[in-house]
């Protein structure tokens, strides 16, 4: 029981502490305040880092494999692998980039601006990356279940559409929103 009330003062204390927050700017950096720093860093650069090697590599080998001359013949299996590895490479190429800046400066993405470009490419990368994921699983889903092939069109405009055209768009509207900048992770 006195541990249950030493708990609910100590909460209370903290509610009262609150600090009323201007902008990202003024949360901490994660784990520059606990010394877990590169502890958290590390280990993400060697993720992000791993998974674009994957990227180039499902990248090169499919166009090595068959005439990249006629890529939107490939069957759809084959194009989706390339698509999802662009969008994965993508996202990584910039997320390496706000974290090695990051890890070098011990402090958020000065300036502004370029936090938000980063915050920008970030969402739509991960966003398209999610959207083509659902794409092939409605994909799967139709084949399997119904005996049914989804055309996208041709070169895949309507797939291209959803997957970029959407998160794009979403994207464009947090800007004008000015809903991008730092949050103590980017």
């Not at 996202?91 to 706000?98: A, E, M, R």
């Not at 936090?115 to 991960?126: K, L, P």
């Not at 895949?156 to 998160?167: A, E, H, I, N, Q």
Request: proline share 2%.
């Amino acid at each position: 029981m006195f541990t249950l009330l030493t708990f609910i003062s100590s909460a209370m204390e903290n509610l009262s502490a609150v600090v009323v927050l201007r902008d990202g700017y003024d949360l901490p950096v994660y784990g520059l305040d606990n010394g877990l720093f590169y502890a958290l860093h590390i280990p993400a650069v060697v993720c992000i880092l791993t998974s674009l090697y994957c990227a180039i590599v499902a990248i090169a080998v499919s166009f090595r494999r068959r005439n990249h001359r006629s890529f939107f013949s490939w069957t759809k299996c084959n194009r989706f692998v390339v698509y999802l590895a662009l969008c994965d490479g993508s996202f990584n190429l910039v997320h390496i980039c706000d974290h090695l800046q990051m890890m070098f400066t011990k402090d958020h993405v000065y300036p502004k601006e370029l936090c938000q470009v980063y915050g920008f490419f970030i969402i739509i990368f991960i966003s398209a990356q999610n959207l083509m994921v659902n794409i092939v699983a409605i994909n799967v889903f139709t084949l399997i279940y119904f005996n049914k092939h989804l055309h996208f069109g041709r070169w895949d405009w309507k797939l291209l559409l959803w997957t970029f055209g959407v998160p794009v768009s979403g994207a464009i509207v947090a800007a004008f929103m000015r809903q991008f900048g730092t949050s103590g992770a980017l």
